[in-house]
């Protein structure tokens, strides 16, 4: 996974300050709050703050995409067979019970 180089005191800082934040919320905001006014829509801010969190997303290389898919497609081979097997498994169970039930 591609590490970002960063200021480790300042992402604790972050994570100290959106956890604060979180704890004094006490819980999603109420659906009474119409005493306090929205605030405007500022179409700059917005592009300001989008930007600062596509920053912080960590991108995977090429490398672990690639060996993230072919994981993927063994475990998808794997669960195919098993499936296979036990669907094939019971069909013979259930044919035999009702060759025996007829031969009756």
Known sequence: MAKKTG???AMKQRAAKSAAAVA???????STSEDTPKKPFNPIQFAQEVRAEGRKITWTSRKETWITSVMVFIMVVI???FFFGVD????????????FSTAG
């Open 7 to 9: 200021n480790l005191a």
């Open 79 to 81: 669960a195919a067979l």
């Open 24 to 30: 004094t919320s006490g819980g999603p905001p109420s």
């Open 88 to 99: 094939t498994f019971l069909s013979f169970v259930v044919g035999q019970l009702l060759k």
